[in-house]
């Protein structure tokens, strides 16, 4: 079945940086887009980013581009979120998601907390 199992959350203060990691089984790995999604509290889920299937394409969210990198090795079965220059407001529980043959699968989520 497929799996999503995300690392590399944490604390960390204004202006810092982390890389969130998501591990991916189940499906072929190599033929599927991937995005990185994230619901603060209180609010919905948004769209963070998006890389095609060999990384050729990247689309992201206006509130983090220029400070955010969506990468990915196939032959790891891994995606990577690298999140620079952090900000109080990408607090959020961040998860990635695939979707395969018409369902949306999603990881169990990464905490990322930002403080001033």
């Known amino acids: 079945q497929v799996q999503l199992v995300e690392s590399g959350g944490g604390l960390v203060q204004a202006g810092g940086s982390l890389r969130l990691s998501c591990a991916a089984s189940g499906f072929t790995f190599s033929t599927n887009g991937m995005s990185w999604h994230r619901q603060a509290p209180g609010k919905e889920r948004e769209l963070v980013a998006f890389?095609?299937?060999?990384?050729?394409?990247?689309n992201y969210a206006d509130s983090v581009k220029g400070r955010f990198t969506i990468s990915r090795d196939n032959a790891k079965a891994t995606v990577y979120l690298q999140m620079n220059s952090l900000k109080p407001e990408d607090t959020a529980v961040y998860y990635c998601?695939?979707?395969?043959?018409?369902?949306?699968?999603w990881g169990q989520g990464a905490q990322v907390t930002v403080s001033s």
């Open positions: 890389i095609s299937s060999a990384g050729g394409r990247t």
């Open positions: 998601e695939v979707r395969v043959r018409g369902f949306d699968y």
